[in-house]
């Protein structure tokens, strides 16, 4: 049987979505599939950076961390994107990335691939499910399969019962959360398994 391989393409200002990124890459790999840790690269002003210890501290501790590139991504079968609110939608420096990736687009070498994502904000009606709903749509135009993870499994309800993706409010991720990264990567595992069969 043929590996799925799968992109865990993230962005994380001061942590959050670095925990989630790692609960999925644990998942998914115990799921079976190989899978690539990448993280999106810094765009923000190193002046800006530097006024703020926790931005600094939390990029230090992701320098081991590749960061993303065109090849992950036509070498993904699958795509589980992470990315913090920001006015309900992504993070700028996720755009950013993705804003690179047209050239693949056009070619078509993003299409017939999975996608899901994960989020966080603020608060609990800062924009998850609209920064999720914004991903999907990106994804859509790619041509990509979308795997939510619906009400599939009791641990998406447990943890704030988000059928669109993983979210949570920013500053950690607690055991109930985990559970739900983890379902949700391991269903983004099965179905890529399904397609590249």
């Not at 420096?93 to 904000?121: E, P, V, Y």
């Not at 009606?125 to 619906?150: K, R």
Request: charged fraction near 20%.
């Amino acid at each position: 049987m043929t590996q799925a391989k799968i992109a865990i393409v993230f962005y994380s200002t001061y942590g959050t979505n670095h925990q989630v990124a790692l609960a999925a890459a644990e998942a998914a790999k115990a799921a079976g599939a190989d899978v690539r840790l990448r993280r999106v690269a810094e765009t923000a002003p190193a002046e800006v950076i530097a006024g703020q210890d926790a931005w600094k501290e939390q990029l230090d501790k992701m320098q081991d961390i590749a960061e993303v590139s065109a090849d992950d991504m036509e070498w993904a079968d699958g795509y589980f994107f992470i990315s913090p609110t920001r006015f309900g939608g992504v993070a700028s420096q996720m755009r950013a990335f993705i804003d690179t990736l047209g050239g693949l687009w056009f070619q078509g070498k993003l299409a017939n691939k999975t996608f899901t994502a994960a989020t966080s904000a603020q608060n609990a009606n800062g924009g998850q499910e609209t920064t999720l709903l914004s991903l999907y749509i990106t994804a859509m135009h790619w041509g990509t399969v979308i795997v939510a993870p619906g009400f599939t499994d009791p641990s998406v309800a447990e943890a704030g019962g988000n059928p669109y993706g993983f979210s949570t409010n920013a500053g950690g991720l607690e055991d109930k959360g985990r559970a739900a990264v983890a379902h949700q990567a391991t269903r983004l595992v099965e179905m890529t398994n399904k397609l590249v069969a």
